[in-house]
């Protein structure tokens, strides 16, 4: 089974930047479509941005779109955001998990049973 491990959060002013990191166990990485997910505080987990397993289709919610980028790095089982010009609502928890052969578009459709502890991004105003 595949452990996912988050790290790269921290505390930034609005427009900052971060980028998180997301890394793998396993040998099948590249097989899989990797998603970040993101649970604000009192609110539902959402899918924040995709990475299919076969490149290069991305998807990215609407909030996010040109100011965040997914990318992954089969070689080291790491999947990576970075995040720009960040705003107070970027605020939460961030996840990564896995589909394995799926559709960018699946990700935020998936109840994924299993998590890791994710990463704590805080955006102060």
């Known amino acids: 089974q595949v452990q996912l491990v988050e790290s790269g959060g921290g505390l930034v002013q609005a427009g900052g930047s971060l980028r998180l990191s997301c890394v793998a166990s396993?040998?099948?990485?590249?097989?899989?479509?990797m998603g970040w997910f993101r649970q604000a505080p009192g609110k539902e987990r959402e899918l924040v941005a995709a990475h299919s397993w076969n490149d290069p289709h991305t998807y990215y919610a609407d909030s996010v779109k040109g100011r965040f980028t997914i990318s992954r790095d089969n070689a080291t089982n790491t999947l990576f955001l970075q995040m720009n010009s960040l705003k107070p609502e970027a605020t939460g928890v961030y996840y990564c998990n896995k589909n394995r052969w799926g559709s960018v578009y699946s990700m935020g459709t998936i109840g994924f049973a299993n998590w890791g502890q994710g990463t704590q991004v805080t955006v102060s105003s």
């Open positions: 396993g040998s099948t990485f590249n097989s899989y479509t």
